[in-house]
């Protein structure tokens, strides 16, 4: 297992962007993902990416959002634009090893073994 590491996370008005990190992966993964959790809600996936680069979202971030990795550093990052106050919530970046040949993005929490603990983001309107 190994421990990941978020920043980025802060406070910004509707229609605003912030820009997530992740570090700690290492070359042992080759799944990651961004969730989040919004207060009195289940952690839901945001986006996905292997190390090919090839790229997975879920519906409420299409358009908005950007997920990147840079192999060299292990870092992951998550480009969020056009926020909302909808998109206020606990950011977590997870990881995981699969020996299959895509990732297959169902984005559940189940798949993940590896956890950050989180930044926030809080989008007042």
């Known amino acids: 297992q190994v421990q990941l590491v978020e920043s980025g996370g802060g406070s910004v008005q509707a229609g605003g962007s912030l820009r997530l990190s992740c570090v700690g992966f290492g070359p042992t993964r080759n799944c990651m993902a961004w969730f989040r959790q919004a207060p009195g809600k289940e952690r839901e996936g945001v986006a996905g990416i292997n190390r090919d680069g090839r790229t997975a979202y879920t519906d409420s971030t299409k358009g908005r959002f950007t997920i990147s990795i840079d192999n060299a550093k292990n870092t992951l990052s998550l480009e969020m634009n056009s926020l909302k106050p909808e998109d206020t919530a606990m950011y977590y970046c997870?990881?995981?090893?699969?020996?299959?040949?895509?990732?297959?993005?169902?984005?559940?929490?189940?798949?993940?073994?590896?956890w950050g603990q989180g930044t926030q983001v809080t989008v007042s309107s």
């Open positions: 997870a990881a995981r090893w699969t020996s299959a040949g895509d990732c297959v993005w169902r984005f559940s929490t189940a798949d993940f073994p590896d």
